[in-house]
């Protein structure tokens, strides 16, 4: 019973929820419109031609479409965002550099890619030859009976040292949600029940296949057959992975998609030679303020931008301040 | 929707991505493949259930008494199933197994597992060298 709960309905459920969650988010994300060019950047922008643009400024500051790909490039599989947030992470009384994050995260990253890719054999048919390889090389085959893959142990390591990071530095802490938190535990309960079912109790991987062969062709009779005569442990494994295909397009695990989508990342740094149309503009010909502005409750029209229009918006707001006799106090709660 | 010419691509490459066992399975033409096994002899050591998740741990316990007492007699194995006693040795696995090929390699090779053992162990599908005169010997010693 346990096993056609855990091991038919429950991946079912979680796929579908997974593939339609994470299309969802995608359209969802793509019908929001991006109303200005926001650009994050490090680097110089295109200019004028005698001042000169390195390397580092053409993929920090992005102009062409080209270059934009190379920075989405870079910031996909180098996490180069990670190391720019010089100001948090920079101490600046004692001088040490804590960009721990960026190191955890590659360590998570690249050993969750090298899990997927071994997992893959419990999919395809025949077992692809480089996942053997793969497999064969990480392990250093040979050296230890069973084999130990590195990756495995990679995966728990980081995400240990992911999460300790927001257990034990006191900013982190603070900035944490329970979503946070929750996000690497079910992942380090996924990774850990793995390497137990692989190193102390053991299943029959056979019987794990043929149950997932069977799953795919919607062989329902079958896959109950077999569900009911795979060991506990693998339940407890894929289960928790079933939970975690179903909660991914709903947290904050959809970065995985989302980075394509940020705007900050993925837009070129040319504000100043091609015009960015506000998708929310009616009619992007006639100028913004022949439509309109509306500042404290009374409209500004004008053909186009002249000072005396622009002062008399914000007339009431500079006579505010020249009340309090230009010092601004902060604002009472 | 905005950027449809980035935003439908990026949606077919994830599904692609995401079913990939569908359109490489379908390529191979396996579809719920499931290996058959070539049915053994006699009773095997211990429970068929447990020896197809745990065999492999079997076999380690039987080579650490075949290197560690195996001269002092340690190569008894006492079988918690049946009670019996068998010789600590994959020969006696060999005895009911008679093909490595259609026993072993069945499963080995779906979940994509090559266990380096048989790199130098004997099993019965191994090719001894028959002398046949020196010429045939060049095949086996490059």
Known sequence: ?333 | MYHKQYVIPLILIFLAGFFTPYWYNAMAESFGYVPEMKKPAGECVENKDWMAANHMLLLQQWRTQAIRHGAEGGRIYHSSTTGLEYHASTNTCWECHESKEEFCDQCHDYVGIHPECWDCHYTPSIEKPHYQGTDTLSKFFS
Do not use: C
């Open chain 1, 1 to 333: 019973m346990i096993g056609v709960i855990f091991g038919v309905i429950v991946p079912y459920i979680a796929v579908a929820i997974f593939v339609v969650g994470v299309i969802y988010r995608f359209i969802n994300w793509a019908n929001s419109a991006v109303p200005l060019k926001i650009p994050t950047t490090g680097g110089q922008q295109k200019s004028l031609p005698f001042i000169k643009r390195t390397i580092y400024d053409r993929f920090d500051s992005p102009y062409t479409w080209w270059e934009t790909v190379g920075r989405m490039i870079l910031e996909i599989f180098m996490f180069r965002s990670l190391l720019k947030n010089t100001r948090y992470y920079l101490d600046r009384v004692s001088q040490k550099d804590a960009r721990w994050l960026w190191l955890f995260a590659i360590l998570f990253h690249y050993s969750l890619l090298l899990v997927l890719i071994r997992h893959s054999r419990f999919f395809l048919q025949p077992v692809p030859e480089f996942v053997e390889m793969l497999s064969e090389i990480e392990a250093f085959k040979g050296v230890f009976i069973p084999s130990v893959y590195v990756s495995g142990l990679a995966i728990v390591a980081g995400l240990f040292l992911l999460w300790l990071r927001r257990i034990f530095l006191s900013r982190e802490r603070t900035l944490s949600l329970p979503s946070d938190h929750f996000a690497l535990i079910l992942l380090l309960a996924i990774t850990i029940s793995g390497n137990i079912m692989r190193y102390f109790f053991k299943a029959d991987l056979e019987k794990v296949k043929e149950l997932l062969m069977n799953l795919m062709v919607f062989d329902v009779g079958k896959a109950v057959a077999i569900a009911d005569s795979i060991e506990p442990i693998f339940y407890v494994h894929f289960v928790l992975a079933s939970f975690l295909l179903a909660y991914f397009p709903f947290s904050k695990l959809m970065h995985a998609g989302g980075v394509l989508f940020t705007p900050t990342r993925n837009m070129p740094n040319d504000n100043r030679a091609r015009r960015h149309v506000n998708p929310w503009d009616s009619d992007p010909s006639v100028p913004i303020l022949a439509k309109g502005i509306t500042v404290g409750g009374k409209t500004f029209t004008s053909k186009k931008l002249d000072w005396d229009t622009y002062y008399s918006m914000y007339t009431d707001q500079l006579d505010e301040i020249a009340e309090s006799d230009y010092k601004i106090a902060p604002e009472e709660l």
